[in-house]
């Protein structure tokens, strides 16, 4: 009878242990798996966070490239503008000077002295004075020179333009005009004297 006691303690202690170490693996294998479950995990977020923060850094970059780029261009828009109404302002001045000269050119005939210049208006006067005269070339003066004038040449004072009208330094009381008539554009040079009793009579005219 003892000795089947024996047997059955001892079966029972070496099953207690057996359980006590299946046991103690299990456990084991349990905190390895959560352990391993949890470096994958972590390792996973890791890898997502950092994935993250390269795109933010990388869309970042891009941006700031295409604002950089952005503010060349408007630069240069700006320049380009600036180069336009420079150019433009030059050619308005170039061209108002030009335009001025010419004028001056074609309105300011050469004058010696003791001369009048310029283009007729409507009216007439008698040439017909009389008395001591001296020519002054204004006023009434002028006005009976441009009456002889037109009488002479044929053309009508309002289609008349005196290029030069000045003294003939060769007779006293005598001048010398140069018109055109504004219509058929053809010149004449008149010589006019101032006689006693008649006023201004042309002496000579040439068609130029």
């Given at each position: ?5 024996n ?9 207690k242990?057996?359980?006590?170490v ?9 905190l390895?798996i ?7 995990f972590?390792s ?18 891009q941006?700031t490239?295409k604002?950089?780029?952005?503010d060349?261009?408007?630069t240069t828009?700006?320049n ?7 150019s ?6 170039e061209?108002q000077?030009?335009?001025?000269q ?12 003791d001369?009048q ?8 006067s ?6 001591e005269?001296?020519?002054t070339f ?5 006005q009976?020179m ?8 044929g ?10 009208l000045?003294?003939d330094?060769?007779?006293?009381n005598?001048a010398?005009g140069?018109?055109?008539?504004k219509d058929?554009?053809?010149k ?16 000579n005219?040439?068609?130029?």
């Open positions: 009878m003892s000795k089947d006691s047997s059955r303690s001892g079966y029972r202690a070496k099953r242990k057996t359980n006590v299946l046991n103690t693996l299990i456990v084991v294998v349990l390895l959560i352990f391993v479950a949890y470096n994958i972590s996973g977020n890791d890898n997502a966070s950092t994935s993250k923060t390269e795109s933010t850094k990388t869309e970042q970059t941006t490239a604002e950089k780029t952005t060349k261009e408007v828009d700006d380009t503008k600036d180069d336009t109404v420079s433009d302002d030059s050619s308005s001045s061209d000077t030009a335009a001025e010419a004028s001056e050119e074609t309105t300011t005939p050469e004058q010696p002295e001369t210049a310029g283009v007729t208006d409507d009216g007439s008698s040439t017909t004075q009389t008395g005269h001296k020519m204004e006023g009434e003066d002028w009976a441009l009456t002889a004038i037109s009488k002479a040449t053309i009508d004072q309002s289609n008349m333009t005196v290029n030069w000045g003294s330094k060769s007779t006293a005598a010398i140069t018109v055109t008539a058929t554009k053809q004449f040079k008149v010589y006019i004297k101032w006689v006693d009793g008649q006023g201004y009579v042309p002496t005219v040439e068609q130029q």
